[in-house]
């Protein structure tokens, strides 16, 4: 089961904090380093093995093997080399770093949410019981994960119980959590994928029962219409016939046994930020009619490639909330009995959907969700009414010339299922002057004469010309939340206008308001200058932020700039171009600066043998709510590149914290004991793959009760390192009794002592993290808990030291949990993930 595909503010399942490998850093010496280089692979592994063979404790050694390892794509092999090297070396911190991320990829994070959802698993439970005790005594659990169905089946009475899984970690873990609850010989395991088993050479018959939670937020998107078709073609007995009364033995059937899809339109202002770009100007820059921005959702609508075609979330807890601007509707309904229905799924054409506004606001989103009903008495629900593990699928709504609607109106949109994904397009309003019925009668849309189709389709409100002649930019959905950032392109802004302004106390500068709100110096004059190239007074300004970013564009506004963007793809290129053009910038004012290089790895270098740079902008702050890997390194080299009396942006930043409880975040982090479990041992096992940070969350809507107040945690200064400290200990005092379960922690981001950015901010495009601890601490108003934060190589620790009573006695001491959970749970493979370091 995957409650969620994660694209902002859940669990996202992100391998790495940047996209790529882990660590990328300890490396054996050049020998290895010079194999690598020649692509000589089976003789950089020789080269491992032998000095494994003289060193077989080294833990550089072990983890820089696991850093190859996951390079290549052998990740579970990776993860035990990271376990080994901290099992020699607990302190280290590149393997542990290694270790915790490399997790993410093996254990998707949600599997500790549905295991500690009580209410999902006894239904589970009681529907396999009932299709046991009924006669259904062999058994098929496709993709089995922890194995938690299996042994359900295995508890009511099955004869015979086979499981599948796909990810070698799971079935390890699968295999281990079975063995621990004494049904090792009872439930077969096989690291197969459902559709390559075979009979007899897998499983000996075609068995009676399949279970299965091979569903995801929109319900299709992990595979389990192919998956059942396959197993009713294969592995089921024949279905029930409709005319006989035969022992459920004889017959195969399938739990869950069908779902109904259901929709509604909805306002929110969250799902907006994140896919529309809000504003025709943003810090002076003119982005309106030049090109159209969509995220990639609405990239996947008329695409032949196969993108998942709708982000999650857990609307309950989206921040700002929603608006229902329609009632819900039924989308569809899907019998995964009936082998027919499934395989017409896929083959079958797109149908109009027609939903009655019932009150009026902006049309943001199509939020849809469905009801699981795993046999005629047992049914579970993921509505966001609904307390359950699961979050629903969105469906941003782009590219039409009005969102608003009113009471009265229809949204229109349509509907189909498509490589495996339930796909809702060319979502649409009608206003309510048309006064059509578009009601869905057997796959047809209903309308009156052709006079009156031709009004309806003039009032549809239909998607921006497509003509070609504006260009379109596709962006993350957190690249567009930063275009709509207001506070951060203002504040960098006024900071580059500063710097700007001390560099150049000339006329140039004369009229540019230090505050960055001026309309700086006289462009047109600027412009005129033949060639930006031999004009003396040009300033470099270097953007190497992560994504697409236009700051390069507002610097070029603030003098005679030239500024220097490290954005890679071509489409985002074309993007700036065209922004630049339409903002009557000269073609050399903007320059790409990757396409200067040779490698992307030496990106901070000098513009030209005779200049420096008079501004760095780094990326020093995850959207996520970590730091940003080797950022620290980064400050070192533009430090060097730095022209006299240049900046790097930020100049330093403060790390801030506080103490919480919030037991939404102990069950998002680890299974809580055998209870939610029904008294199966998994606890234990799925643990191992525990992380000790929660990232993606908003501060603003997470379930807590905050028990101190906001602390500074440290200061990292990327304009003078000698401020910095490698540790630090914070005293926090207790102002509510409870028990602290966690430290989320957030930045304020100092461009320079006038201009800062508070990533907690409501209208801020970062999200928070948080530290969870392994044990919650009772407290007492009064009390004190020592913090002990660590930075090293841009990682940064958070770990409670001491706990200090009111009166100032120590009342007990904690261990640094991460290792202790290394040393006393792990047996084999562990893994983290983005976590435990900010």
């Known amino acids: ?103 993410n990829w093996l254990v998707e994070r949600w599997h500790f949410v549905m295991l500690n959802d009580a209410k999902r698993n006894l239904t589970y439970l009681r529907a396999i019981e009932s299709a046991v ?54 439930i077969k395991l096989l690291h197969l994928k459902s559709l ?43 279905p029930k016939p409709k005319t006989q009364d035969i022992s459920a033995g004889d017959y195969g059937k399938v739990i869950p046994a069908s779902a109904t899809i259901f929709g509604m339109a909805v306002e929110c202002k969250e799902i907006c930020r994140h896919h529309r770009l809000g504003m025709q100007e943003v810090a002076g820059v003119c982005l309106s009619d030049s090109v159209q921005f969509f995220s990639p959702t609405y990239a996947a609508a008329g695409s032949e490639e196969t993108v998942e075609p709708y982000t999650t979330e857990k609307l309950s807890r989206i921040p700002g909330g929603y608006r229902a601007l329609t009632e819900p509707c039924q989308v569809m309904t899907i019998d995964f009995n009936d082998l027919q229905e499934l395989k017409s799924l896929a083959a079958r054409k797109p149908w109009k959907l027609s939903l009655p506004v019932t009150e009026g606001g902006i049309l943001d989103a199509v939020v849809v969700w469905f009801v699981l009903q795993l046999d005629d008495e047992h049914s579970l629900s993921t509505s966001p009414s609904e307390e359950t593990c699961w979050e629903q699928a969105v469906y941003p709504v782009q590219g039409l010339l009005d969102y608003s609607v009113k009471t009265g109106d229809t949204v229109m949109m349509e509907v189909c299922c498509q490589d495996c994904y339930l796909k809702i397009q060319k979502i649409s309003s009608l206003p309510s002057e048309c006064g059509m019925d578009f009601s869905d009668r057997d796959g047809t849309l209903s309308l009156g004469n052709e006079a009156d189709l031709c009004n309806a389709l003039a009032g549809l409100q239909t998607s921006t010309k497509q003509d070609g002649s504006t260009p379109v930019c596709v962006l993350e959905s957190t690249e567009i939340a930063l275009l709509n950032d207001v506070a951060y392109h203002e504040c960098f802004k006024a900071a580059m206008s500063k710097v700007l302004q001390s560099l150049t106390p000339s006329k140039d500068l004369h009229s540019m308001d230090v505050d960055g709100h001026g309309s700086g110096i006289n462009l047109q004059e600027h412009q005129n200058k033949s060639s930006l190239d ?82 760095i902008i780094l990326d020093v702050i995850e959207t996520s709510g970590l730091i940003q890997q080797e950022v620290m390194e980064k400050a070192a080299i533009s430090r060097c590149l730095l022209h006299s009396g240049g900046k790097i942006f930020p100049q330093y930043v403060l790390v801030y914290g506080m103490l919480v409880e919030s037991e939404s975040l102990l069950l998002e982090s680890a299974v809580q004991g055998t209870e939610p479990t029904l008294g199966f041992n998994i606890a234990p096992f799925i643990n191992q793959f525990k992380v000790p940070v929660r990232v993606y969350l908003d501060l603003s809507t997470l379930p807590c009760v905050p028990l101190s107040k906001p602390a500074e945690l440290l200061r990292l200064d990327l304009m003078s390192p000698l401020l910095n400290s490698p540790s630090r200990e914070v005293k926090i005092q207790i102002c509510k009794s409870g028990r602290v379960t966690a430290i989320p922690f957030w930045y304020h981001i100092h461009l320079d002592e006038d201009h800062c950015l508070n990533t907690s901010d409501e209208s801020s495009h970062w999200k928070q993290a948080a530290v969870v ?65 900010m």
């Open 133 to 186: 005790r009924s006669g259904s005594r062999s058994v098929l659990d496709i993709g089995t994960g922890t194995g938690i169905l299996s042994m359900f089946a295995k508890k009511a009475g099955a004869s015979f119980v086979y499981a599948c899984e796909l990810s070698k970690t799971m079935y390890e873990l699968a295999r281990d959590v079975v063995a621990a609850n004494n049904m090792e010989r009872e």
């Open 773 to 837: 601890l392994d044990e919650p601490i009772p407290v007492q108003v009064g009390d004190e808990l020592v913090l002990d934060v660590q930075h090293h190589k841009s990682n940064i620790s958070i770990t409670v030291k001491r706990y200090l009573g009111s009166t100032g006695g120590l009342k007990f001491a904690l261990q640094e949990y991460p290792t202790k959970q290394l040393e006393e749970v792990l047996p084999s493979l562990q893994h983290k993930s983005d976590c435990w370091v």
């Open 1 to 103: 089961m995957a409650p969620a595909r994660q694209r902002y503010g859940g669990l996202p399942a992100r391998p790495l904090r940047d996209g790529s490998e882990p660590g990328m850093g300890v490396m054996d010496g050049p020998g290895a380093e010079e194999l690598d280089s020649l692509a000589r692979v089976q003789d950089l592994f020789n080269c491992y093995e032998q000095a494994l063979e003289l060193y077989p404790n080294d833990e550089v050694i072990c983890n820089s093997m696991g850093e190859h390892l996951f390079r290549m794509g052998f990740r579970d092999e990776a993860a035990g080399y990271f376990h080994k090297a901290i099992k020699l070396n607990p302190n280290f911190a590149d393997a542990r770093e290694n270790f915790y991320r490399v997790a």
């Open 196 to 238: 390559d088993i075979e009979i007899p050479k897998d499983i000996p018959e075609r068995v009676s029962l399949v279970v299965t939670e091979t569903v995801d937020a929109g319900l299709f998107g992990e595979g389990i219409v192919e998956s059942l078709i396959h197993a009713w073609e294969h592995l089921l007995l024949p």
């Open 534 to 615: 031999v004009d003396p007074d040009n300033l470099y300004i270097l953007d190497v932020s992560e994504g697409f970013s236009i700051l390069p564009i507002i610097a070029g506004k603030l003098g005679p700039v030239r500024a220097y963007s490290s954005v890679e793809k071509e489409q985002h290129q074309a993007a700036l171009h065209v922004i630049a053009e339409a903002n009557h910038f000269p073609k050399e004012t903007l320059e790409f600066w990757l396409s200067h290089l040779e490698e992307e790895s030496v990106v901070l270098q000098r513009p030209k043998s005779d200049k420096l740079w008079s501004i």
